[in-house]
């Protein structure tokens, strides 16, 4: 139990809306000459800037409420990142989706002029599967923008993304993907009253306020589990932490004691812990 906990930390440690103000950035220009000019990029450089999900994702997590059960939806491209300020020359270079992001979710961009001298962009690199392509577009739909990623190979489909957040977020020098902060806002972001009156407040970028001491929180939301795996959250402080598994139906959240089967291969719901019950706005 001690090691599984440990893992979950590690996980936590090492592993996110549209409504996000827009900022300021600079573009870092930096070793390759570009030819197309900087104005002529930060069009393109604006749509695709922050965190992106799968839009089968979202619906799969809106309609299920549990990670476990959603995280087959979306497969392979669940996610993408675009941190707008990693330019070199006229590549978008990927760099912190190297580090936070699945090898099929990251992507290099290269922006180029076409020949009616408007400017384009296209994958720079394959990021998965020798024998399929990738192409990258995008729509404007009902003021939202759309980014559409195509997959061709045996056959060809394409993926719709939706942005979650543009300005990626960090605190406590701990930053999560798209996929993380689209779970905390979607299912835990707000008040919650236990039934002892103490009031617990989760916020989408992992950190949580006055919940047994601890700063932050991590739901599980791996594409590799058991379905018979129970949802799973952890606390946790710079040293120590805990792991629940947990349920959440009708705005009420239930955690419980993890329970392992004897060759550990197993995890399932114990004993109740604590209930808690979201606060609605006034």
């Given at each position: 139990?001690?090691?599984l906990?440990?893992?979950?930390?590690?996980f936590?440690?090492?592993?996110?809306n549209?409504?996000?103000?827009?900022?300021e950035?600079?573009?870092?220009l930096?070793?390759?000459k570009?030819?197309v000019?900087?104005?002529?990029k930060?069009?393109?450089l604006?749509?695709?800037?922050?965190?992106?999900?799968?839009?089968?994702?979202i619906?799969?997590l809106?309609?299920?409420h549990?990670?476990?059960?959603?995280?087959?939806?979306g497969?392979?491209?669940?996610?993408m990142?675009?941190?707008?300020?990693?330019?070199?020359?006229?590549?978008?270079?990927n760099?912190?989706?190297?580090?936070d992001?699945?090898a099929?979710?990251?992507?290099?961009i290269?922006?180029?002029?076409?020949?009616?001298?408007t400017?384009?962009f296209?994958?720079?690199?394959n990021p998965g599967?020798?024998?399929e392509?990738y192409a990258?577009?995008?729509s404007?739909?009902?003021?939202d923008?759309i980014?559409?990623l195509?997959?061709?190979?045996?056959?060809?489909?394409?993926y719709r993304?939706?942005r979650?957040?543009?300005?990626?977020?960090e605190?406590?020098?701990v930053?999560i993907?798209?996929?993380?902060?689209?779970?905390?806002?979607?299912?835990?972001n707000?008040k919650?009253?236990?039934?002892?009156g103490?009031?617990?407040e989760f916020?989408?970028?992992g950190?949580v306020k006055?919940?047994?001491g601890?700063?932050?929180?991590s739901?599980?939301?791996?594409?590799e589990?058991a379905?018979s795996?129970?949802?799973?959250i952890s606390f946790?402080n710079?040293t120590?932490g805990?792991?629940?598994?947990?349920t959440l139906?009708d705005?009420v959240?239930k955690?419980?004691?993890?329970?392992e089967?004897d060759?550990?291969m197993?995890?399932?719901?114990?004993?109740?812990v604590?209930?808690m019950?979201m606060?609605k706005?006034?």
């Amino acid at each position: 139990m001690r090691f599984l906990i440990a893992a979950l930390i590690f996980f936590a440690l090492s592993c996110g809306n549209n409504n996000v103000p827009e900022q300021e950035h600079v573009f870092v220009l930096s070793g390759k000459k570009s030819l197309v000019p900087d104005s002529a990029k930060q069009r393109l450089l604006r749509i695709l800037e922050g965190g992106w999900v799968n839009e089968d994702y979202i619906s799969a997590l809106d309609d299920l409420h549990s990670p476990v059960k959603a995280a087959s939806a979306g497969l392979p491209e669940r996610q993408m990142a675009f941190d707008i300020s990693h330019v070199n020359g006229d590549t978008l270079v990927n760099g912190r989706g190297r580090m936070d992001y699945d090898a099929t979710e990251r992507f290099d961009i290269v922006f180029f002029m076409k020949r009616d001298s408007t400017v384009g962009f296209r994958i720079g690199e394959n990021p998965g599967y020798n024998d399929e392509q990738y192409a990258l577009n995008y729509s404007f739909e009902n003021n939202d923008t759309i980014l559409l990623l195509t997959v061709s190979g045996e056959k060809t489909v394409t993926y719709r993304f939706r942005r979650v957040f543009r300005a990626f977020p960090e605190s406590d020098n701990v930053t999560i993907t798209a996929i993380e902060y689209f779970i905390n806002e979607t299912l835990f972001n707000g008040k919650w009253k236990s039934s002892d009156g103490k009031e617990t407040e989760f916020l989408p970028d992992g950190r949580v306020k006055n919940f047994k001491g601890y700063k932050r929180y991590s739901v599980y939301c791996e594409k590799e589990n058991a379905v018979s795996r129970p949802d799973e959250i952890s606390f946790y402080n710079d040293t120590s932490g805990v792991t629940y598994a947990y349920t959440l139906i009708d705005n009420v959240l239930k955690f419980y004691e993890l329970k392992e089967s004897d060759d550990g291969m197993e995890i399932s719901r114990g004993k109740l812990v604590t209930s808690m019950e979201m606060v609605k706005a006034e």
